[in-house]
């Protein structure tokens, strides 16, 4: 017995006369993708992913730097209310306003 046969005897059992047949929703198309991808992901693994371990590259030394460098400038602020905002380290730099 699928589900819609069920609610419909349920609704017959309660109330005989008003009784309507229950119409189950169609499943829509993104949830059809959803189920496909999530089946496909439980047979053939996860997507690529490269390893953590591995030595970094010159390129990513440099780009790690500069965002270093950059992150140095500012300081997070926290307040009470657990909200927190950036503020320059230096308030009398004007390059970054």
Known sequence: MNVT???N???????P????????????LVHKFMRFT???RYILG???????????T????VLLASQ???AAQFVVLKRVDGSSY????DPQDQSLR
């Not at 008003?18 to 829509?28: C, E, G, I």
């Not at 996860?46 to 970094?56: R, Y």
């Not at 950036?86 to 380290?89: F, G, I, K, T, Y």
């Open 5 to 7: 046969a069920f609610f």
């Open 9 to 15: 005897r349920v609704a017959e059992l309660i109330c």
């Open 17 to 28: 006369r008003t009784a309507r047949k229950v119409q189950m929703p169609k499943s829509r």
């Open 38 to 40: 999530g089946l496909l």
């Open 46 to 56: 996860p997507a690529n992913s490269s390893p953590v371990d591995h030595e970094m």
């Open 58 to 61: 010159p390129q990513n030394k």
């Open 68 to 70: 270093q460098a950059a």
């Open 86 to 89: 950036l503020v320059a380290r």
